[in-house]
């Protein structure tokens, strides 16, 4: 995992030969200790560096297996980490980010996990001075409370920009046979004609995205070409498609009735998929009933592309708010109203868990878990 | 049931509502004793005596009358947290509380409970061991440290509910034989030493200050004031107390009840804070003149030559004379989810509880629960429905509803920060935010209703003045910068001099504190609405797919009740609550 020495706090040292359960001497190691709640994933953790190449790792690795071990997966480390609460999601969008990016480890000094545990302790530190430090000298001075708010508003800050960088609108991709209605409905949540609908299929011929306002989240809506069902995808179209669905996030899918089934590749590629009977004034079906004439089913659909959805809309706006309350915690100290510094700290918190933990990070998070290597 | 802090203010608030009152108690002579160190008030408990005065109590006024000592703590730290904290004189404390119960009519008894009377489910009074069975519309328990109590010393143990007192272990008996749940909490308090004995000349003096009084303006005379003393424990004090470990009832595992984490015992201190090498010790007078001086800060249980050991220690206390030894007393306490925030037993139509019996520790917290038992027992003697009071209110309010709706596994201190109101709540606006309710009970002083009703109608008027703009700002804008004092506000409004001084300084933080204050209310009401969720009906969280496996495997872990406890805990998210009311069948609507 590379040696950052910012990781190696909170480590036990020791050096020494690796044996193997048989006793036999494999190589001499320094090895780490963590204890619970103090390592990168959290848990208890050994960690072995050995002196000799990648044979005398390998044979540490066999060893180890041996005795009943196995070797980590692709992310697991990092998947721990935020099982056991010392990662945040935040984190391992931006690890995953940095990952793609072929940055590798480090750099994530300002981790939104260690930030919400600090700015935690700093509370709890400045909590004790107002409950006790008249009376037991407990809680620490206010110029230190100020110095450690400092740091941690420049943590913020630090945050507040990778945060910008991360986000996206999110990316709901409209699907179906020919004629479904799926421009129709493209149109109304869009609430403007952007696109041609007809009742002669196939009047869609190109992919159309557009930006649009969901129940308060901005979305980015794909129209798309009707899909002539049941054939083999062509190469061209394949190719086309793949490229246009890329970086999407779920699909609606959509046909008279509920008559059709979705195509392979929603399934194949596992986008998130709601089933849509359409045209339902006409002829009720399995699914969500939705009629772009009488409205049956609108809100339903809203609801689901604003929950399901899984990105980051607003990421960078709510550290922005976490920014501001410690500003404010900053100013309230240095002019002596401890009882505000506290509630803006607390704020902050509760906006920054909010985020870090909020459901539309959920989807996100798997993909870039997915980025990250073994050993992460 | 009880003369203590609870005990006495819930008799009184009983006589308020014109019932009759019995207060049955082991001594009168103990009456309203302090059991640990003779002071009232501070952070968070200051509001909380003017809370229970504005409700009728007699605590902040039998304060006022027998403070020798007074300081405003957290004077700088923000206006919301100051915190007033009085000294008093611990006998005459006791004997104004006496005098008041006399005053009102509370008829006084002096006797042991040894049982409650009537079936399970049907309690309608008590037994007392002389006395016999005496019944009543309403029964309240407020038997302090003293159910099973037992005193500990070192190796020495014996029973007591404190120092030189019984412990009631036959009503202990009879509520356990009645399947109540109850738990073993413990508390311990500081040596007594003799005053001749201090070395003052090797303390700090730390003077009284300001003009105070919890009893709005019902101040008695002043009484003049003593001063308080500031020593501090050093590494040999702390070596002595790890030294005499072995012998400690608290380390060797003779205390199984849990103790206070705010307010340990000095054994505690060295062992849970090594790197601290001195703690402060403050000395107190325990009455005008009186011989004894409390040592607050020094709680502890060890056996006596290490005591007096650790006191060779401390500058000034060196060759100090223990008058009474520092001691630790385990008791036995109702458990919190026995009773909802009316303060009533839940499965007892008649019974209410109240004070350290209730898994409190502290003089105002036991009297704030006083005065809402004692109402409710006043309200269903009468045919009334009991009532709660808001936790966005009052701190009673927090009290009540952090005690019944958690199980508790310490004795509870109130500290501002369990009130999410916590701007609100200041011991500046207690009147304000009392009175009304108190005199919609009928609890409320005369005196109090005309004063609160003027500084209201004065509020509104400075205010609607304020609404108006000058030199380009509204005065309530201008309210609510953080540079803006009476002063600053006076410059732009200088008409304002005319008016009370009170009202104008009122409008300021209201208006300094208001979007806290908004922030605040809306995350009770949201608090509410998970409370109000049970997740009773879910027998197994582990196959709920709407939420995370992680959700699941915490929420199967600790089985909250409500959804309110689940979204406390680590580890579940806001979805997750969503995915649980979707489960529920509930819709996601929240
Ligand atoms: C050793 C010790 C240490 C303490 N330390 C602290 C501390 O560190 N910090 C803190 O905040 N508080 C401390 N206190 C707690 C403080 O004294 C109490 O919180 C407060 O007194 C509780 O008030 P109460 O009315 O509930 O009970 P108490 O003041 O204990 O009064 C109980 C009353 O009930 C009566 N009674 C009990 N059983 C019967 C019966 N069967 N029949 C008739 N009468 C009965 C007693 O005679 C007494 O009048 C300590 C108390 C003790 C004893
Ligand atoms: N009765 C009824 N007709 C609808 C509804 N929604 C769309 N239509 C009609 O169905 C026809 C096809 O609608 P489009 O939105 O163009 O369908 P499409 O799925 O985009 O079709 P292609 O672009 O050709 O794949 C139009 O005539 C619409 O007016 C509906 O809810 N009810
Ligand atoms: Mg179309």
Redesign the pocket.
Known sequence: MGLDPGRLSGARRAVGLFRSGSGEALDQVVALSWKKGSSYTGEEMVEVICHGMDQAADRIVSAVVEEGGRAALPGEFTRRGLLSGSLTRLDVLVLGRRSAEGQGQGAAGATAGSLLRRLGEVERELEGRLEFGEQYGVGISREEAAAALSELLERATELEGVAAALERPARVVIA?P???????LFNTLLGRERVV???S????RDWVSESAEVEGVTVRLVDT??EAGGEHEEEAGRVCREEMTAGSDAVLWLSEGGASEPSGWIIDEGFEMLRVS??T??LRGPGVN????TGEGLDEIRTWISRRVDLLPGLSEGMTEVRRHLEEAVSALSSAREDMACEEISEARRKLRGIVNGQRMEKAVEAALGMLCVGK | MGGGHAGIEAALACRRLECSALLVTGRCARIGEMSCNPAIGGIAKGALVREVDCLGGSMGEAADRTRLHFRMLNRSKGRSVWGPRAQVDAEAYARMQAGALAREGVTVLEDEVVALHGPVGGVDGIVCARAGAVTGAAVVLATGTFLGGRLFRGEETWAGGRFGDFSAMALESDLRARRFHVKRFKTGTSPRVLRESIRFDRMARQPGEGEYSFSFGRAGPDRGSEPCWVTRTSRDTRRVALDALDRSPLFCGKIEGKGPRYCPSFEDKAVRFAEKEEHIVFVEPMGAGSQAMYLNGLSTSLPLDAQQAMLATIPGLEEARILQPGYAVEYTLLDPEEFDACMLVRKEPKLLVAGQVCGTSGYEEAAGLGVLAGLNAGRIARGEHPVQLERSESYIGVMADDLSSRSWCEPYRLFSSRAENRMHLREENADRRMVPVAMSWGLARGEDVRRVDRLERDISRIRALLEGTRKGVAGTQLCRRPSTGRAELLGVWPELAQEDVRAVEAILLDERYSGYIDRALRRIDQRRQLESVSLESVADFSCIEEICIEAREILGRMRPRTLGEAASLAGVRPSDLDGLLLHLGRGCST
Do not use: I, M, Y
């Open positions: 179906g020919v004629n479904a209605g799926k421009s129709t609908a007809s009742q299929p196939g009047t869609t070409p009707g359409s045209k004034d006409l939705l009629s772009c004439r």
